[in-house]
């Protein structure tokens, strides 16, 4: 049985407080709105019961922001591409920020299970004073496990029309992708974290955040398969190929505090869920 499942997420500021709604079909939903931070910040967590992915299960994931509403969506576990016998397993993700919005999307890492063929969808349309703050850790196999990624497909696509395009298909089977000193070098892990704006940022305060990234990098025990780029001023990335994904996002989330802090001069706040 294949499942095709739609979640759709709404934030609106109403009151000095961001107010989610929401409404699904199939599996997949919203937990409760938590406010750790105060009624600005809304954080949500984004739960799939069934766990996974097989050929042929599609999940639509559509998130709005206006006003000044500022949410925050993470996973309370890893999104699962399991083998298939030949059909797509699809997750499309479309976020629209309109107005002085702002989203931080930050979910747990996709696992590209042996024999998987799989699509992960990341699509973003913003607002001239819209801002964004998000990630995609992406592993393959299950090396701890002895579990390899030996044959199958994984396409990852994320996009902001007519500014960024990153698209690319890992195929398990392009030995020189997969360990080549130019493509993976035998890491099993890929990692991005990204910041982006409606409109260009102005060139000091890009240049402050590139070098408050760096800084991190720098110190990190990943530094030598990490790097920062601004590929256009109004996108700004943190790359990262690591053995194992506990080391990638650790570097991520130190970015992702020290960008958080420089750009929206707020402090550290993890989700609630990420220490459960």
């Known amino acids: 049985m294949t499942w095709h499942a739609q979640l759709d997420i709404s934030y609106t500021q109403e009151q000095q407080r961001t107010v989610a709604r929401h409404g699904h079909t199939g599996p997949l939903r919203v937990l409760q709105s938590l406010y750790p931070e105060g ?67 930050l979910p747990l890492e996709a696992l590209a299970y042996n024999q998987c063929q799989a699509e992960n969808r990341l699509t973003l349309q913003l607002a001239p004073q819209a801002e964004f703050i998000g990630w995609d850790v992406t592993a393959f196999g299950l090396p701890s496990a002895a579990l390899p990624f030996e044959q199958g497909s994984f396409l990852q696509h994320i996009e902001v029309p007519g500014v960024w395009l990153e698209r690319g298909r890992i195929d398990a089977a392009d030995a020189r992708l997969m360990n080549g000193p130019l493509g993976l070098a035998g890491q099993r892990c890929m990692a991005s974290l990204f910041f982006v704006t409606g409109t260009p940022l102005a060139r000091q305060h890009r240049e402050a955040g590139l070098e408050l990234a760096r800084s991190l990098v720098a110190a990190h025990a990943l530094s030598r398969t990490a790097g920062v780029t601004c590929p256009n001023p109004q996108v700004m990335v943190l790359r990262v190929l690591s053995p194992l994904v506990e080391p990638a996002v650790q570097l991520l989330r130190q970015v992702w505090v020290g960008w958080r802090a420089h750009f929206w001069q707020l402090p550290a706040a993890s989700p609630r869920i990420w220490s459960t």
């Open 39 to 105: 009624d600005a910040i809304c954080h949500n967590v984004l739960v799939h019961p069934p766990g996974g992915l097989v050929g042929g299960d599609t999940l639509d994931i559509t998130v709005a922001a206006s006003g000044n509403a500022h949410g925050l969506i993470t996973t309370p576990g890893a999104t699962r591409f399991y083998r298939s016998a030949g059909e797509l397993a699809l997750q499309r993700t479309q976020i629209t920020l309109a107005d002085q919005a702002r989203l931080e999307w």
